[in-house]
T-cell receptor, first 114, second 113 residues
């Protein structure tokens, strides 16, 4: 399953499928991007990050892809599990000169159906 | 057990009262941040502090105040001037050095009655 941009806030997939969550960022000067997972009523949890000098970075079951040409970021989750159900936020660091402030997207609600 | 703690988890206050939210970290992080989250929305930056005795306004600082007297602590006061204070408040801190990664506490849900 795949979400498109920030205008589709929900994504529903079957357990075992791969998930793709997309994010469009605004500032071509941003040099750092991060994905967070937030379960209901809890604080965001770091998943994976990527710097602008990279196109791809892999973690455990997750991959982040960065396309600077179209200012697009995606999070791929392999073999999605029910425990992956949460809201996923992308964030960008727009300015290194202002205390590493992160600007967050609106989030995508991922629901994994057993 | 290291980490970022926020207390209390749930907080109820009457309209017109000031309330202070606690954020403590024992990670030796220099920078700390306060965010507000409304239902179904992303995080918005209220205040941040890069070092002890210094802090800057974020995007929605009106009606809030902070202090940073100790490295470990960054309390947030929601004043009566904040028009719509009911929200989920999240504190974060950042690793020292050149990294931009922020790590979050569990949050405090404030309800103003």
């Amino acid at each position: 399953g795949e979400s498109v941009g920030l205008h589709l806030p929900t994504l529903s997939v079957q357990e075992g499928d791969n998930s793709i969550i997309n994010c469009a960022y605004s500032n071509s000067a941003s040099d750092y991007f991060i994905w967070y997972k937030q379960e209901s009523g809890k604080g965001p949890q770091f998943i994976i990050d990527i710097r602008s000098n990279m196109d791809k970075r892999q973690g455990q079951r997750v991959t982040v892809l960065l396309n600077k040409t179209v200012k697009h970021l995606s999070l791929q989750i392999a073999a999605t599990q029910p425990g992956d159900s949460a809201v996923y936020f992308c964030a960008e660091n727009k300015s290194k000169t202002s205390g590493s402030r992160l600007t967050f997207g609106e989030g995508t609600q991922l629901t994994v159906n057993p | 057990d290291g980490g970022i703690t926020q207390s209390p988890k749930y907080l109820f206050r009457k309209e017109g009262q000031n309330v202070t939210l606690s954020c403590e970290q024992n990670l030796n992080h220099d920078a700390m941040y306060w965010y507000r989250q409304d239902p179904g929305q992303g995080l918005r930056l209220i205040y941040y502090s890069q070092i002890v005795n210094d802090f800057q306004k974020g995007d929605i600082a009106e009606g809030y105040s902070v202090s940073r007297e100790k490295k470990e602590s960054f309390p947030l006061t929601v004043t009566s001037a904040q028009k719509n204070p009911t929200a989920f408040y999240l504190c974060a801190s950042r690793l020292p050095g050149g990294t931009d990664t922020q790590y979050f506490g569990p949050g405090t849900r404030l309800t103003v009655l």
